[in-house]
């Protein structure tokens, strides 16, 4: 199953990369314009990587895997534009949880599809 493969990578690349926009944001917060000029843009790129997500859950369901998988991706990227709106707004007192939430879910969901059988 190749799919599943493709799956775990993107979704341990999602996990790992949204597990750096805290830091990002407190590096930001903590003084450095630098932390911002790195959160925005991988905040953009975990968008894609959720698409990438989206597209492979789907595929390894369509050949016999779990529907949860596109189920979670598909909440998971809905979560992640809801979040860059409330950046781009500045609605932190929303941003702030949503992103705790995605955080979570991006990385229970990676540990979940790497610990399935193939």
Same mark, same amino acid.
């Given at each position: 199953?190749?799919?599943?493969?493709?799956?775990?990578?993107?979704?341990?690349?999602?996990?790992?990369?949204?597990?750096?926009?805290?830091?990002? !944001?407190?590096?930001?917060?903590? =003084?450095?314009?630098?932390? #911002?000029? $790195? *959160?925005? &843009?991988? /905040?953009?790129? +975990?968008?894609?990587?959720?698409?990438?997500?989206?597209?492979?859950?789907?595929?390894?369901?369509?050949?016999?895997?779990?529907?949860?998988?596109?189920?979670?991706?598909?909440?998971?990227?809905?979560?992640? !534009?809801?979040?860059?709106?409330? =950046?781009?707004?500045?609605? #932190?007192? $929303? *941003?702030? &949880?949503? /992103?705790?939430? +995605?955080?979570?879910?991006?990385?229970?969901?990676?540990?979940?599809?790497?610990?399935?059988?193939?």
């Amino acid at each position: 199953m190749k799919v599943l493969h493709v799956l775990r990578a993107l979704s341990g690349l999602h996990a790992v990369a949204i597990c750096l926009q805290p830091v990002f !944001a407190g590096i930001y917060l903590n =003084g450095s314009p630098g932390g #911002l000029r $790195m *959160h925005e &843009p991988i /905040g953009h790129a +975990l968008a894609y990587l959720g698409l990438a997500q989206l597209l492979a859950a789907t595929i390894w369901w369509r050949k016999g895997g779990r529907w949860t998988g596109p189920a979670v991706s598909l909440l998971i990227l809905a979560g992640e !534009a809801v979040q860059i709106a409330m =950046g781009y707004s500045r609605h #932190l007192a $929303m *941003h702030v &949880p949503l /992103g705790i939430g +995605l955080v979570a879910s991006t990385v229970a969901f990676a540990f979940w599809i790497i610990r399935r059988p193939a």
